[in-house]
């Protein structure tokens, strides 16, 4: 019984909003994205055509922690069974991964940086594995890279 | 201090190696954020909590790798690297390090 309430209530609401939130962060994401085209990221340790005059570089670090919603957790435990590609959480990781390099670009920036290189994506993960965790999904990034400034001329920058 | 996740610093040089520097910390919220997050777990999106969790704990153990160099008079750091682990839930542990140098300007290129 409890389930068959959590499946007709809980699945429709938390269809409806968690579509709508991820709806809302893919289109924030592409647009801050936009906004920091000419913006160099390289994951080499070389800096690329660094400038002469570029400021010190320096660490830029960020985080980000997104959760999967209960309906995708159900229909993913559905695939579970069939097997293949959850695309549900492809995206969940991919929104993850994409909001914290933003966030190091955007801080970067802030400080007159206009490239980064270096960059690393580490999975950082507080659920744990205690039982109960179990039932939530969750992605913890924790990205970082070394900012500088290169002289190279970007169109769009 | 400079910090940087790269094995040089451009326009600088290495003089001293002064060692390998660390720093780590495991952090928890408080049951009220956790129970937060869990019900923001039903309908998705960023749990701003444990985000905040993460930067604290990445602070936290930052400052005690710059402590570190800064004790072994050190004025850079360089190849810093982290690492994270699952204690126990809702708790983040990070782990920061890297190697402490002594960096010295490099005067006018001829």
Redesign the interface.
């Known amino acids: 019984m409890d389930i068959l309430i959590q499946l007709i209530l809980?699945v429709p609401?938390?269809f409806l909003?968690?579509s709508l939130?991820?709806r809302r962060?893919l289109r924030n994401l592409e647009e801050r994205e936009k906004k920091c085209k000419g913006f160099k990221v390289t994951d080499t340790?070389i800096?690329h055509s660094?400038s002469l005059d570029?400021p010190?570089?320096?660490?830029f670090?960020g985080?980000?922690?997104?959760?999967?919603?209960?309906y995708?957790r159900f229909a993913g435990g559905l695939k579970n069974l069939f097997g293949g590609e959850i695309k549900s959480y492809s995206i969940l990781m991919q929104r993850a991964q994409r909001?914290a390099v933003l966030r190091i670009i955007e801080s970067a920036r802030g400080e007159g940086y206009n490239a980064i290189?270096?960059l690393?994506i580490?999975?950082?993960?507080?659920?744990?594995?205690?039982e109960?965790?179990k039932a939530?999904?969750?992605v913890?990034i924790?990205a970082?890279?070394?900012a500088?400034k290169t002289n190279e001329q970007n169109p769009e920058a | 201090m400079i910090i940087v996740n790269t094995e040089v610093i451009p326009g600088y040089k290495i003089v001293e190696l002064k060692g390998f520097v660390q720093g780590n910390t495991v952090r928890a919220k408080h049951a009220g954020r956790d129970i937060a997050a869990s019900l923001k777990n039903l309908v998705g999106g960023e749990l701003k909590g444990y985000t905040e969790l993460l930067t604290e704990a990445r602070r936290e153990a930052m400052e005690r790798m710059i402590a570190q160099a800064q004790q072994l008079g050190a004025n850079a750091i360089v190849n810093v690297r982290f690492c994270t682990s699952a204690v126990t839930a809702g708790a983040a542990e990070l782990y920061a390090y890297g190697t402490a140098v002594m960096v010295e300007k490099i005067e006018e290129l001829t």
């Open positions: 809980l609401i938390a909003l968690g939130s991820e962060h340790k800096f660094i570029s010190t570089p320096k660490l670090i985080e980000v922690t997104v959760a999967s919603d209960y995708k909001e290189c270096n690393r580490e999975n950082a993960d507080i659920g744990g594995n205690a109960y965790k939530s999904v969750m913890s924790i970082y890279a070394t500088y």
